[in-house]
């Protein structure tokens, strides 16, 4: 196979270019001239899915995974600056020589990239600069932007061709940990070796290709994606090292629609029982995709977690036909498998005398979390197309590019929904959910709770294990955790009594070690959550910290402005190769 089309740009110095990969630069949680929105802040789940739980809002980062990805599948030495200052970033550029600069954001950072680019050139004129990720697909990235190359798509091969490298060769994966800086209830979340899962990128795109999917139109649109690994075999020795390297057990399948793929999960589950794998996944999928498997399938391959499109009571898409989404998200929690259901506000048939029942038939699938977000029409996708053809979309002035976010306002003319009425819809919607169903830490204890007494007993002894292993801290921590948040809510109240009946059955599964534990851990949980609501009311936020990685061995420890590089860690694929995994 070529290494390089005859069209593709290819740097005249190959595989010896130096090359710095930046994410868009912080602080984020704030409102500012650069596009930061305190509204938007880099923390998925207090942006999107437990946005008004309060002090019970689960908070953490995850880190630019589509960076890390290029960087270990070049040769050439590759150097990631992820969540930089715009300070560190001009200091990375005085301090060390770049012949190529690459930057990921979304459309809503790109007045951020502009401005990275415009000091690029300044400092380092002769640079290569080059944009990619969900900022390409902005309609005016070109006239916006000062950058050499837009790159749509998916970034490996891309790099590979430009660096004058084989982009055959099989994808390296780098050693990911799925959240970082995880907090809740004011408390910090587990931070040892293994204690948190590790993400695995197994392919990018979504063949169902819904019309507002910014990540299916990135990657080919309806039909397509690119699989990175295209066997369960090659699967399992990638999980297999994975575990090894990281001491982890659980999996973040960032695949968004994973269980599509019935074949290969099936070897998959094959495989981890001959091998004895007690694995537990966390997936995104369709409604159709669930329904190809039975629950006893489900278990066995180890789903814990399901991120679960939803979108809407009678939403005309072919992945939720024939499905009561309530009695599947029902069926799901009874075998412990904890869901986070997806809604979308303001499809085309809400209007504001209906959208309380479409609020509250969302609230009424009592997921563990929920996200909700508005039906944008984001560059690149269906959606998009079809608003600019019909002429609905708004002016740049009318409504900026880093307000497209989702979680504010449409930047189109809706056919009902009026004079910015969605903002206040959509936290309806947030607040509906969490009055009608409580915390979403507590619903997720409910939901394991149910599926250990379910599988306490299973079959399998591997499957015996992950429940186990996954219910253990209900004996502990877990169990301070539903002390305080039920001594959080007034006596009377419904939460209140909601929490204390998923607190005594906790008692009643774990025994004395559960009692006790919540009467001693519980009053300095609650003390937390007293001091962290004090901090969130005078306007605290959360920033993620910098990383600073190299892929030469030789570079690690290397320091700029006083951070020294840190070396990347990635493993390989050895089914039918030689490959070996490097954990240096």
Not at 199 to 226: E, H, N, Q, W, Y
Not at 261 to 287: G, I, P
Request: hydrophobic share 40%; aromatic share 8%.
């Amino acid at each position: 196979m070529p290494i390089a089309t005859a069209d593709h740009p290819r740097h005249p110095l190959r595989s010896r270019a130096r090359v710095l990969l930046a994410s868009v630069f912080g602080p984020y949680a704030r409102d500012d001239e650069f596009g930061s929105r305190r509204v938007n802040p880099m923390e998925l789940y207090q942006n999107q899915v437990t946005r008004t739980q309060g002090v019970f809002s689960l908070r953490m980062f995850h880190r630019s995974w589509g960076l890390m990805l290029i960087q270990a599948n070049v040769d050439a030495p590759c150097t990631v600056l992820d969540f930089p200052s715009l300070e560190r970033f001009e200091a990375e550029l005085r301090a060390n020589e770049y012949d190529v600069v690459g930057i990921g954001a979304i459309p809503p950072n790109v007045g951020k990239v502009a401005a990275m680019c415009e000091l690029v050139r300044r400092l380092r004129p002769r640079v290569t600069l080059v944009v990619g990720g969900h900022v390409a697909n902005h309609p005016d990235i070109h006239r916006l932007v000062d950058c050499d190359h837009v790159v749509g798509g998916e970034g490996v091969g891309w790099f590979r061709r430009f660096l004058g490298e084989d982009d055959s060769r099989p994808i390296r994966h780098p050693l990911i940990v799925s959240g970082l800086g995880t907090r809740i209830l004011g408390v910090p979340g587990p931070r040892g070796r293994g204690e948190t899962a590790a993400t695995v990128i197994p392919s990018v795109g979504c063949p169902l290709g819904c019309d507002f999917c910014a990540t299916s139109s990135m990657f080919g649109g309806k039909g397509r994606s690119v699989s990175f690994y295209q066997s369960a075999d090659e699967l399992f020795d990638l999980l297999l090292q994975i575990e090894g390297a990281m001491g982890v057990r659980s999996f973040f399948v960032m695949d968004e629609n994973f269980l599509l793929h019935r074949r290969r999960a099936l070897r998959l589950l094959e495989l981890m029982r001959e091998h004895e794998r007690s694995w537990s996944l966390l997936v995104f999928s369709s409604a159709n995709a669930l329904r190809q498997y039975s629950m006893d399938e489900l278990v066995s391959l180890g789903v814990s977690w399901a991120w679960l499109g939803l979108e809407g009571e009678g939403a005309a898409y072919g992945k939720l036909r024939g499905t009561d989404t309530r009695q599947l998200v029902a069926e799901l929690q009874s075998h412990g498998i904890r869901v986070l259901g997806s809604t979308i506000i303001g499809l085309p048939e809400h209007t504001p005398s209906n959208i309380d029942r479409a609020i509250e038939h969302a609230a009424a699938h009592d997921a563990d979390f929920h996200q909700f977000m508005l039906y944008t029409p984001v560059p690149g996708t269906p959606l998009w197309k079809e608003q600019r053809a019909l002429g609905t979309l708004l002016a740049e002035d009318e409504c900026p590019s880093a307000d497209v976010h989702g979680q504010t306002r449409f930047n189109y003319r809706h056919p009902h929904i009026r004079d910015g009425q969605e903002g206040e819809m959509l936290l309806r919607a947030f607040r509906r959910d969490f009055e009608r169903n409580g915390p979403s830490i507590v619903r997720m204890l409910r939901t394991l709770l149910r599926g250990v007494r379910r599988h306490r007993h299973h079959s399998e002894r591997r499957v015996r294990e992950r429940f186990a292993r996954e219910s253990q801290s209900l004996g502990g921590s877990y169990a301070g955790v539903l002390w305080a948040a039920e001594r959080w809510y007034p006596r009377g109240s419904a939460t209140r009594s909601r929490i204390r009946a998923v607190r005594k059955e906790a008692v009643r599964e774990f025994g004395w070690r559960s009692g006790t534990a919540g009467r001693v851990l519980g009053p300095a949980i609650l003390a937390a959550m007293h001091l962290e609501e004090r901090r969130l009311r005078r306007g605290w936020t959360y920033e993620p910290p910098t990383f600073y990685e190299t892929n030469r061995p030789e570079e690690a420890g290397r320091t700029t402005s006083g951070e020294a590089r840190s070396l990347c860690r990635w493993v390989a694929p050895r089914v039918g190769r030689d490959s070996v995994a490097r954990t240096a």
